[in-house]
C-alpha cells in the first residue's frame, strides 16, 4: 500500500502551502560534491587540517579561512546590518575545527564561520564541529564554551534542510594519549561519506589507539579475508548488516534461530556466507558460534566482529506485564549477549574473537528515552549501552585492540515497522530533523563503521542512527 502521507505532502499544493518535503538522502560511500569550508573557533584548525590530508582532501581543495567580504542584509524588521558574504557557489561540507576555543568569543567565531556556509550547503551536506570533552578544557569558562559547542550543533541540526546533518566530535588532546589526525580519519570520513546519511544532532567521541592497527582508512573493502559474525540476520536489519560487511569483503557467518532457517538460507546464498541455525539463548551457544567459525574456515580462524542484533519485542503496559513476558526480551536482547561475549572473548579459543576485534550491539532510541508499553524492551536495550560504556572501558580489552560499541536505531523502515498503526507510523516516520525513516542499511553502514579496523580509537560509545528523533537526549 501506498504512503498516503506521503502522497498528500509531496504534491505540488503541500509544496505551495509549505508542508516540508523530504529529501532524497545521499547514501553510500559518495562524498559531497561542493567544495568543504574548512575553519577554526579559537585557533588554527590544525587537528582537522591534517585529517583532510590523511583522507587524501588536497588543502587546495579547501576553502580554509572565514571570509571577511561582508555585504548588508535587511532584516524583518526593515533594519539593515552588515554580515558575512555567502560563500561563492554551493558548498558541500563546513568543518571547524574548535578544539582550542575557551573563551566565549570564540563562539562568535564559530557563527561567523557556520552561518554564510549554511546558507549555501547543497543537499545532504555536512557540517561537523571538532571539540574537546569539556572537562578536559580547563577552567570553568572552557569547560561552559566546549559544552556550548553541543548546544550549537544540535540546534544546527535541526534547523538544516534538503538531507543536511550535523555533528559534533570530541578528541582528546591534553591526555597522554591525544588523538591524531589517523585515529580522527575514520570518523570524518564516515561523517562526510553518505554512509552517514541518517545520523545527525549526535556526539561522537575519537580517543587514541595503537596506530600499528589503525589501517585501510579509505578502503572500500576493509574487511577482506575477515570473518564476521551477524546475528538476527535472516531478515530486516540484520540481513543488511550482513550484506553491508560482505560487500567490505567480509566472510559472513549468518546466524538466526531455526524457525527462521529459510529467510537466514537465502540471505547467506546471497552474500557467498554460511549460515547457522542457532537459539543464542541457548547455554552454549558462544561455544557453538566458535565451533562453526573453526571448522568452516580453519582452527586458525579469529572472529573479527561479532554484532549483536538478534532481538524481540513483547510489549504490554507494565501493569500488565509478567513475568515470562518480561524476562523473555530480557533474555535475547541483553543476558544472551553477556554470555556469548564471555566465552569469545577466551583468547585461547579457537574460532573465538581476534586481538583487534571488534563488538558492536544494537541498542534502541527506546533504551534512552523510553517507550510506553515497552518496558521491559527498554530495559534490556538500556542494558545493551550500560554494557557497551564498561566493556569500552575494559583496560584487558584496550590490551588486545577490541573496541566495543554500540547503536541505537530510532524508526527504521522495515516489516515490523510496516505493521504499526498508521498514525503511530506517521508520527514515527516524521518526528525528526531530516523528517523521514531510515532505511536498514543506515545501521548497517554505522556498525560497519565501529567495525572497519580503522576505527580502533573510538570505544565504549553509543551512536544513535535516528535522523535525530526529538525523542530521548
Known amino acids: 500500500m501506498a504512503d498516503l502521507v506521503q502522497l498528500l505532502t509531496s504534491n505540488p499544493l503541500a509544496r505551495q502551502l509549505g508542508v516540508p518535503q523530504p529529501t532524497r538522502l545521499r547514501r553510500g560511500r559518495d562524498l559531497p560534491t561542493g567544495p568543504v569550508v574548512l575553519g577554526a573557533a579559537g585557533g588554527a584548525p590544525t587537528l582537522v587540517r591534517r585529517t583532510l590530508d590523511v583522507l587524501g582532501v588536497a588543502a587546495d581543495d579547501a576553502l580554509v579561512d572565514t571570509p571577511q567580504t561582508r555585504v548588508t542584509e535587511t532584516t524583518d524588521e526593515g533594519r539593515t546590518r552588515q554580515v558575512p558574504a555567502p560563500y561563492p557557489g554551493t558548498v558541500g561540507a563546513v568543518l571547524v575545527d574548535a578544539t582550542a576555543a575557551t573563551a566565549i568569543e570564540d563562539l562568535e567565531a564559530l557563527r561567523g564561520v557556520l552561518r554564510p556556509a549554511l546558507r549555501a550547503l547543497e543537499a545532504s551536506g555536512r557540517v561537523v564541529v571538532v571539540g574537546v570533552e569539556p572537562e578536559t578544557a580547563g577552567g570553568p569558562v572552557a569547560v561552559a564554551v566546549q559544552q556550548a559547542l553541543e548546544g550549537v550543533v544540535r540546534s544546527v541540526g535541526k534547523e538544516l534542510r534538503k538531507g543536511a546533518t550535523a555533528n559534533l566530535v570530541r578528541v582528546d588532546l591534553l591526555t597522554d594519549a591525544p588523538t591524531t589526525a589517523t585515529d580522527l580519519a575514520s570518523t570524518l570520513s564516515f561523517l562526510l561519506e553518505g554512509r552517514s546519511a541518517y545520523v545527525s544532532g549526535q556526539v561522537l567521541h575519537v580517543g587514541h589507539a595503537d596506530e600499528a592497527r589503525v589501517r585501510e582508512i579509505t578502503s572500500e573493502r576493509p574487511f577482506e579475508g575477515q570473518v564476521v559474525v551477524v546475528t538476527g540476520a535472516g531478515r530486516g536489519i540484520g540481513a543488511s548488516i550482513a550484506e553491508t560487511f560482505a560487500r567490505d569483503g567480509a566472510m ?44 568452516r574456515f580453519g582452527d586458525a580462524a579469529r572472529i573479527h566482529t561479532i554484532v549483536h542484533n538478534a532481538g524481540i519485542t513483547r510489549d504490554r503496559l507494565l501493569v500488565n506485564t509478567d513475568e515470562e513476558r518480561w524476562g523473555s526480551v530480557l533474555e535475547v536482547n541483553l543476558a544472551a549477549q553477556v554470555r556469548i561475549n564471555e566465552v569469545l572473548l577466551d583468547p585461547d579459543l579457537p574460532g573465538g574473537l581476534d586481538d583487534g576485534g571488534r563488538i558492536v550491539g544494537v541498542a534502541s532510541t527506546s533504551g534512552i528515552a523510553g517507550n ?30 577490541i573496541t566495543v560499541n554500540a547503536v541505537a536505531p530510532g524508526f527504521i523502515e522495515t516489516e515490523m515497522t510496516a505493521k504499526i498503526p498508521v498514525a503511530t507510523r506517521e508520527i514515527g516516520r516524521r518526528i525528526n530533523s531530516l523528517q523521514q525513516g531510515g532505511r536498514p542499511v543506515d545501521v548497517a553502514e554505522t556498525i560497519a563503521w565501529f567495525a572497519q579496523p580503522a576505527s580502533a580509537a573510538v570505544t565504549g560509545r553509543v551512536l544513535r542512527v535516528c535522523g535525530q528523533s526529538q525523542l530521548g537526549a
Do not use: C, F
Open 372 to 401: 510506553r508499553g515497552q518496558a521491559n524492551y527498554a530495559a534490556s536495550k538500556a542494558g545493551v549501552i550500560g554494557l557497551v560504556r564498561a566493556m569500552g572501558a575494559d583496560e584487558r580489552l584496550a590490551a588486545r585492540g
Open 252 to 295: 559472513v557467518v549468518a546466524v538466526d534461530v531455526p524457525a527462521g532457517g529459510e529467510g537466514l538460507s537465502q540471505v547467506a546464498n546471497r552474500i557467498g556466507g554460511t549460515a547457522l541455525q542457532l537459539d543464542i539463548t541457548a547455554a552454549d551457544a558462544g561455544q557453538r558460534i566458535a565451533g562453526h567459525v573453526a571448522q
